[in-house]
């Protein structure tokens, strides 16, 4: 038993047809952050999440939710767990106080318990309480799906991409009542493909690439790589072989003569970069800098997995 808020521990995922989606995947969530799930479009992330709210079958490996296994006690895990879908769904005649009353129904919780009007009024949608589902825009759908997830008041929630089709300002909404969420003891756990979102939300964040975990660590370790610096060098030939130097993280070619090499700035300053390159018997050109941003990082964690 762990104090994970989720555990996951070798988590395959191979769908008919061939398909494998998850490849061994391992990480925990710790209680009380707010987690994120990082990845391009196909990474695994939703199939990760489905997996946890019981909609799609792992092929292997394990999960628990507060310390609960998702084969051994499905019922305390689901308890455990408020999950909002990629995907916009339910029934378009409900209006959004029935939805949360027949959500509230299905996990058991009694009427004395219900919160109903509480939640509608957290994700701003006390007054269509009483409007069909179906007249709601996208945002206000998502909202909705917000509410309901969390009609049994799950110590976890997870949100899988929870900002396609949100407008900014509701996105700001949508973020606050998370850090309000979060605030209060809840845990969680969004899937994005925004770099920023994560950035600006999560405590800690994973990178997800072809179902394999490409990193896993507190936003603010993975921002310091973010400190890299990448200089780019115009020498005055044709580069035939790449000079090494021990101050230069990663060095690459860009075109016939530029080399755009990476270092540290707690380091080395551009200045001894510079030096180990005319060191190589380089004659330079010209040269420009530029600051490593998370996106980088995140692009060149994704291209080394693939
Ligand atoms: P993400 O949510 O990170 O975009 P998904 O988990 O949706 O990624 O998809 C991961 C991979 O699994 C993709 O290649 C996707 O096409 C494939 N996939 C997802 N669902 C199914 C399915 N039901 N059957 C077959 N392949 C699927
Ligand atoms: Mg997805």
Redesign the pocket.
């Known amino acids: 038993m762990t104090d994970a808020a989720i555990a996951i521990r070798n988590l395959c995922k191979t ?3 061939g ?1 494998r ?1 998850l490849d061994g995947v391992s990480f925990d969530v710790p209680q009380g952050t707010i987690f994120g799930l990082l ?10 999440i ?1 997996i946890l709210a019981g909609l ?1 079958n792992k092929t292997s490996g394990s999960a628990s939710i507060w310390g609960f296994d998702i084969d051994a006690h499905p019922r305390n895990a689901k308890a455990a767990i408020g999950i909002v879908n ?1 995907e916009i769904l339910f029934d378009p005649f409900f209006t959004p106080i029935e939805t949360l009353e027949i959500q509230a129904g299905l996990y058991g919780v009694s009427k004395a318990q219900r919160r109903s009007m509480e939640l509608l009024r957290a994700v701003h949608l006390e007054d269509k309480a009483n409007a069909y589902a179906r007249t709601l825009s996208g945002g206000m759908k998502r909202r909705l799906m917000v509410a309901k997830a969390m009609v049994h008041s799950p110590p976890v929630l997870v949100l ?2 929870p900002t396609a089709g949100v407008d900014i300002e509701l996105r700001q909404q949508l973020w606050a009542y998370v850090r309000e969420l979060n605030a209060g003891g809840v845990t969680v756990v969004l ?1 994005t ?1 925004y770099l920023e979102e994560a950035e600006q939300l999560c405590d800690q964040i994973a990178i ?1 690439n072809h ?1 394999t975990v490409v990193a896993n660590e507190p936003t603010r370790q993975l921002l310091s790589r973010a400190q890299e610096k990448v200089v780019e060098v115009t020498v005055e030939r044709d580069v035939t072989t790449l000079p090494e130097a021990s101050c230069f993280q990663k060095i690459a070619l860009k075109g016939d003569r530029t080399l755009a090499i990476t270092y540290s700035k707690d380091q080395v300053n551009a200045g001894q970069v510079l030096a180990a390159v005319q060191a190589a018997g380089f004659a330079i050109a010209d040269v420009s800098t530029r600051e490593a941003d998370l996106e980088d990082v995140f692009l060149s964690l994704t291209r080394s997995a693939a």
């Open positions: 769908y008919q047809g398909k989606a990845g391009p479009n196909g990474a695994g992330k939703s199939t990760l489905n799609v990629q899988d991409e899937t493909h997800i179902g």
